[in-house]
Nanobody, 121 residues
């Protein structure tokens, strides 16, 4: 499978943005897809994940209640709806796919190319 992320941009604090990640190839029901982000000078960090088949989700504490991860199985697409954006949310956002449920980047073996999210205060 290959992943293509899109939807990033420049927004103001408090605005919303929706990221998309189109997958080419099959994602198995047991598979997990996730969003990570990486700000300049920082390590890549987990944002949210969803199990492809069941739709079970899990969020990093700082985005829970503001971000929503979802997937459209028929379109083979992953989404991240981001509301109430803060300057601290600014980063390159990556989508990733893997076979194991977890928040560590090494669990994911397929990565999209990243999309830049910039939040002005």
């Amino acid at each position: 499978v290959q992943l293509q992320a899109s939807g990033g941009g420049l927004v103001q604090a408090g605005d919303s943005l929706r990221l998309s990640c189109a997958a080419s190839g099959r994602i198995y029901s047991s598979g997990v897809v996730a969003w990570f982000r990486q700000a300049p000078g920082k390590e890549r960090e987990f944002v949210a994940l969803i199990r492809w088949g069941s739709g079970i989700t899990y969020y990093e504490d700082s985005v829970r209640g503001r971000f929503t991860i979802s997937r459209a199985k028929s379109e083979n697409t992953l989404y991240l709806q981001m509301n109430s954006l803060k300057p601290d949310d600014a980063a390159v956002y990556y989508c990733a796919a893997g076979a194991q449920y977890g928040t560590a980047p090494h669990l994911y073996d397929v990565w999209g190319q990243g999309t830049q999210v910039t939040v002005s205060s």
